[in-house]
């Protein structure tokens, strides 16, 4: 379905009992909503009502050329329209890696939206912030951040139709892979995406306050964007109730790797 909001054009999947409490799942990049596709029936069966969009940058109709209207408060602005659009006072906010960015912004800004949150592989971004500017290892596996940010991204990225691109999601499973990078061979798309990289600095990462709602936050040892340093000092930003899941073995797409344990996760938070 089609959602109208802030003058945008959002493409969103909207299902399960309709006065069922929302859960509303944010995805990363480079994916878009279906990467909850798995996810999202073990939650309807639950009753709850599951509210997944492609954001902005990724909905063809949500996607401004200014690179600042990429910055994340705009990207939380444009969550907490759908939810109002959908009638929804509070929701329980799902975020991965920038979605999980955003799901954070959420609770931390606007906690009296937030029943809960359940963040996956992106800890609080103080912690992120904390991990790149102290850890080496953390330095190194966000170097790619600098990079996408540089006017040349997306001709390297789209270079031998996406090779890059599909190198990204080493450990997704490999039935998955070609959902997410067809779309993105959309050089318009790709660039909506990257521009929230090129919004948003390393210190931007510093200014966002403790988090006091229920918080789950979901980590993989396998994970190649995010070490275990950032994982771990997650917990010093969160103020209220706060769980730790670590997945053994696991890739960075823990969505498509692991979806029944992110279910659960969810469930023994938002239930």
């Known amino acids: 379905m089609d959602l109208e909001v802030r003058g945008l054009t959002f493409d969103a999947d909207v ?3 309709e006065d069922g409490p929302v859960v509303l799942l944010l995805h990363g990049f480079p994916q878009h909503r279906g990467e909850w596709e798995l996810v999202g029936p073990a939650l309807r069966e639950a009753g709850l009502r599951t509210v997944a969009f492609d954001q902005r940058g990724y909905s ?5 050329d200014d690179v600042a209207a990429y ?6 602005a444009d969550a907490l329209a759908v939810l109002d659009a959908l009638g929804a006072e509070q929701a329980h906010i799902v975020g991965h890696d920038w979605g999980a960015a955003v799901a954070w912004y959420l609770a931390g800004v606007h906690p009296d939206r937030t029943r809960t949150l359940t963040a996956l592989s992106v800890p609080h ?11 080496a290892d953390q330095r190194e596996r966000s170097s790619y951040m600098d990079f996408f940010r540089t006017p040349q991204a997306e001709d390297v990225i789209l270079e031998d139709d996406g090779l890059r691109l599909r190198a990204m999601f080493l450990g997704c499973p490999s039935d998955r892979v070609d959902s997410y990078v067809t779309p993105m061979l959309d050089r318009a798309r790709l660039t909506g995406a990257l521009n929230w990289y090129r919004a948003m600095g390393h210190r931007d990462f510093a200014r966002l306050g403790p988090v006091a709602v229920p918080t789950t936050f979901i980590w993989s040892d396998e994970d190649v964007a995010i070490g275990r340093t950032a994982a771990a000092d997650c917990a010093r930003f969160v103020t209220g109730e706060y769980a730790y899941v670590e ?4 890739s960075h797409w823990i969505p498509d790797a692991a979806p029944d344990r992110v279910a659960a996760a969810i469930l023994a938070r938002a239930t």
Request: aromatic share 4%.
């Open 15 to 17: 299902a399960g009992p």
């Open 60 to 64: 063809p109709g949500a996607r401004p």
């Open 71 to 76: 910055r994340i408060s705009e990207c939380a």
């Open 125 to 135: 971004l103080a912690a992120f912030g904390s991990a790149i500017r102290d850890d």
């Open 247 to 250: 997945l053994t073995g696991v």
